[in-house]
């Protein structure tokens, strides 16, 4: 059995509640999305989050940004080891 593992963004100042503060999204911040959503076989995300972002990553496979594209595919697509 693997381990399963709970990450969760929180800001240094404890913020995880109000959209409006959160961070400002980056490249950097998305490469390390995308180096960390390749070490895990299978990704789980709770319901709400679910139905709040889902529309976005399904139509981010077809974004011009290849980094985005390549966090889309992953979050969208199979486990890499199934």
Known sequence: MGDVILTMQLSLDGVVS?????MTLSEEIFEDYLDYYNTVDTII????????????WQQAE??????????AM????PSPCA
């Open 45 to 56: 995300v709770g319901r709400n989050s679910y139905a709040s972002l889902a529309q976005h």
């Open 74 to 77: 992953r979050l969208n697509g």
């Open 18 to 22: 109000d959209e409006n503060q959160w």
């Open 62 to 71: 077809h974004s011009s940004n290849a980094l985005e594209r390549a966090i």
